[in-house]
């Protein structure tokens, strides 16, 4: 089996260990279903409360749980890279995530996640809520908050517009010649979108820029998009452009934040480690 998706409601009969009746139920040896539950591929749902992550294997199953497993041994497989905590400031931390991975899970586990790794770096003390996105192409800072007041307080900023982030990115071409004075202000997905950018350095030979880049709306790829909008791509972006193909993967960094920590009254500003300068 090399990805299914396998539902099963247990009965007085299957009141074994949950890898006990996935093993039954997939045919998959006890090995596979324990690598599984563990990487976060495996659902529970009781009679009273929502469906949640299952990763221990040994949980007795009782009459009336239904069971959910999404195996996907292709993701399954993945060493996924890892992160840095670059400020742990208890209520949240601020960690700078590699290129290639996502910043949550889905359905089909949670290894390959900045969330989940940062649930095993505090030893599962704390909860760990997103409060924003970044494209799991892209590297750089992001933060997590450790409290649904937490998660509610800094979300609020964001909404507001309260923190800038700022990134850095190789583009294709010269966009000061295409989009002047900086400022990129096309629509997405019908709603007004904002871009600016400030250039860092233009190579002609290579005929590629790095520019700086905030962005004061926050579309679903922004910047990707907007850049690749006006004839300027994202160097190494798979989804968009033409011709910004390379070997290093894509060149766009969230390098910075910036905000007024809701819970001490103190400008913060976070950067990315010089290691990854």
Not at 194 to 213: L, Q, R
């Amino acid at each position: 089996m090399k990805r299914a998706v396998l539902r099963a409601a247990v009965t007085h009969e299957d009141q074994v260990t949950v890898c006990d009746f996935l093993s039954r139920k997939s045919g998959l040896p006890k090995g596979r279903v324990k690598d599984a539950m563990n990487k976060g591929a495996v659902w529970l749902q009781r009679k009273k409360g929502g469906l949640r992550r299952m990763r221990r294997a040994t949980s007795l199953l009782r009459a009336g749980d239904r069971v959910e497993c999404y195996y996907d041994e292709e993701l399954l497989s993945l060493q996924p890279p890892k992160a840095t905590c670059v400020s742990d400031r208890e209520r949240y931390s601020v960690w700078y995530k590699p290129a290639g991975l996502m910043a949550q899970g889905t359905m089909y586990g949670d290894h390959c996640s900045l969330v989940r790794q940062a649930e095993l770096f505090f030893r599962s003390s704390r909860e760990v809520f997103p409060v924003h996105r970044l494209d799991r192409e892209a590297a750089g800072l992001m933060l997590l908050a450790h409290s649904r007041d937490a998660a509610a307080r800094l979300s609020e900023l964001f909404q507001k517009k309260c923190i800038v982030k700022r990134y850095r990115a190789e583009v294709m071409g010269n966009p000061a010649e295409k989009a002047r004075p900086g400022r990129i202000e096309l629509p997405l997905d019908g709603k007004p979108s904002i871009t600016e950018f400030e250039m860092e350095s233009y190579d002609p030979e290579c005929n590629v820029a790095t520019v700086n880049v905030v962005i004061r709306t926050g579309r679903f790829h922004q910047i990707r998009r907007h850049f690749d909008m006006i004839g300027s791509p994202v160097m190494g972006d798979p989804k968009y452009g033409k011709g910004n193909k390379n070997r290093e993967g894509m060149k766009l960094r969230a390098v910075s934040l910036q905000f007024r920590c809701p819970f001490f009254g103190r400008d913060m500003e976070f950067s990315i480690p010089e290691t990854q300068e």
